[in-house]
């Protein structure tokens, strides 16, 4: 392996011995060879260290760090700091990618040179998996096309909720120092929805863009993940992500992007309002008053009035944002 390979796994690792060995051999199988794996085992209290250790040992392109849990944006901050190649990639450590993703990623960034590249992925649930695919045809697109076609449907592709790209990072390429402007910038305080804010603005500010039509990543939904866990932390961690929207995206730039992000933030608080309020309602006697706060939060309010109700999908969701939008918390509590 080169000092410097072309391409950089990095795999945060966090209890996950069920899946990890199923996960690194698939990756171990790839028909490409110029790239390295960065494991960063983030304080887990399984298998999962011994493991990491175990394939470090047993393969040289394997490098294996240890740290004191610190969540799942520390832990790529630490493995980007550790990596030398000039592309950049993300696998979760529970997830899987078929033998063709690497070789044929990297074979379209050496003869585009595009800043990203993306591919489509399956998502695997416990009976069925679902093929996700991007919107746009496939190929290389330079950064007039990306105007043209890409970022006026990049958030919100016009159906509620279908992303015209999709935030993971996981599925994806990135050019080394187009990456690291935006990844060590993240505040490490928000735990669900962090990858939008690292795949978006990078979007924005690269020069080019290539899409496989393939689906190489193998996503499985996990529903004990931290994206499936509520509680009234997630409130605040909306306030921040909806703020560090505006921080890294200039809307001056790229006024179709303001117009998505209104649409994205009604879903993200969607999403969250329901199930973190009716955990409020059960352990707390301040669902009124924190009900009221939220719906007046500026990004939340103008998100509700800028988005028309007719355009959210499902009737639940609808009663829910008129409450929102009207500030009605009996109502609400009683549609939970």
Not at 32 to 48: A, Q
Not at 54 to 68: D, G, W
Not at 290 to 304: G, K, Q, S, T, V
């Amino acid at each position: 392996m080169a000092d410097k390979p072309f391409l950089s796994i990095i795999i945060p690792v966090y209890n996950t011995d069920k899946y990890l060995s199923y996960c690194l051999d698939s990756v171990l199988a790839q028909n490409f060879t110029d790239y390295e794996i960065i494991l960063i085992d983030d304080g887990s209290t399984d298998d999962s260290p011994v493991l990491c250790d175990q394939y470090a040992a047993a393969h040289p392109r394997i490098r294996c760090f240890h740290q004191a849990n610190c969540g799942h944006t520390a832990t790529r901050q630490k493995g980007f700091r550790v990596s030398r190649g000039q592309y950049i990639a993300f696998v979760d450590s529970d997830d899987w990618v078929s033998p063709d993703m690497y070789g044929r990623m990297c074979t379209a960034a050496r003869e585009t040179d595009a800043d990203i590249v993306h591919c489509n992925f399956t998502a695997v649930m416990p009976r069925s998996q679902k093929d996700c695919n991007i919107p746009f045809p496939a190929g290389f697109y330079s950064k007039e096309q990306l105007a043209e076609t890409v970022y006026p449907n990049m958030i919100y592709f016009g159906t509620y909720f279908v992303f015209g790209v999709a935030p993971n990072l996981w599925n994806k390429l990135f050019r080394r120092d187009l990456l690291e402007k935006y990844l060590f910038r993240l505040p490490n305080s928000i735990i669900v929805g962090e990858d939008g804010l690292i795949t978006y603005p990078c979007m924005l500010e690269a020069s080019s863009v290539y899409f496989c039509d393939e689906a190489f990543y193998y996503y499985r939904s996990n529903p004990r993940s931290l994206c499936h866990q509520m509680n009234t932390k997630r409130l605040s961690e909306n306030h921040t992500m909806f703020e560090t929207y505006e921080q890294f995206i200039d809307s001056a730039a790229f006024p179709s992007i303001q117009k998505q992000l209104q649409y994205f933030f009604v879903y993200q608080s969607l999403l969250t309002f329901a199930p973190v309020f009716k955990t409020i309602r059960r352990k707390s006697g301040n669902f009124r008053q924190l009900f009221l706060a939220e719906c007046r939060n500026p990004y939340i309010m103008d998100a509700f009035r800028a988005v028309p109700v007719r355009d959210i999908a499902g009737l639940h969701n609808r009663l829910y944002a008129l409450c929102i939008r009207h500030r009605l918390p009996f109502l609400f509590r009683l549609l939970l």
